[in-house]
């Protein structure tokens, strides 16, 4: 998965996918620093609610450790755990939301908003068919219609964040499913936008057999 965004220079965090707690420490000594660690489960959406994330490991014993602990947590959760996700823990920033879901009538649509685990609270979310039109216009108009804006520019002297880089995730995104029709659904929760750019945390793909689909302008017209 995060090689289909790297291909798309999609900015995405330092990552491994490894299937046992052993490997996961190797994984952690390869990355080097602080890492987080996430449960790889088909079934399981939302990680956090089932104990499926450990953040700020500092070592390569402790990524062991915890490898084992979700494993267990969330095979008790009645889930069937594939592996673990090694990541290099990223700076902190404005947690916001990227996504595509194929709509039968426009075809696919591209969204963005706040992000995190607030994202099914605030649904504070903006849409538009794929391709973005007018390029940079259109990424910049969805960021900065969003209520929670203000974030991302600096709200009560906190630093702002590379808005820039955020349009650029868009545009990338736009431009990717625009590509390949065989993706329905696409999650990129969260993307961490600071001072210094935007980058993907964790994300989520969903393929389907391509359907024929209609020139934009038809799609335009509904």
Excluded at 105 to 120: I, Q, S
Aim: net charge negative.
């Amino acid at each position: 998965m995060g090689r289909i965004l790297e291909a798309y220079r999609i900015p995405v965090v330092p990552w491994r996918v490894v299937p046992t707690p052993t490997a996961a420490a190797r994984a952690a000594r390869g990355i080097g620093g602080s890492v987080a660690l996430k449960a790889v489960a088909p079934t399981l959406l939302h990680k956090s609610d089932a104990g499926g994330v450990r953040l700020g490991l500092h070592d390569p014993r402790a990524a062991q450790v915890a490898a084992a602990e979700i494993r267990d947590r969330v095979q008790s959760a009645g889930h069937a755990v594939e592996g673990f996700l090694v990541q290099a823990m990223v700076p902190t920033g404005v947690e916001m939301f990227v996504g595509v879901v194929h709509d039968g009538v426009f075809g696919p649509v591209v969204a963005c908003g706040a992000g995190g685990t607030a994202v099914e609270l605030l649904h504070d979310v903006q849409v538009r068919i794929a391709p973005l039109a007018d390029a940079d216009a259109d990424a910049e108009e969805m960021i900065r219609s969003l209520t929670t804006f203000p974030l991302l520019d600096g709200y009560r002297g906190a630093p702002k964040a590379d808005v820039a880089g955020l349009e650029d995730v868009l545009l990338r995104v736009s431009a990717l499913v625009d590509a390949h029709h065989e993706i329905a659904e696409m999650d990129l929760n969260p993307v961490m936008v600071g001072p210094d750019g935007a980058v993907v945390v964790d994300a989520r793909i969903r393929i389907e057999s391509p359907t024929r689909r209609l020139p934009l302008a038809a799609r335009l017209r509904g």
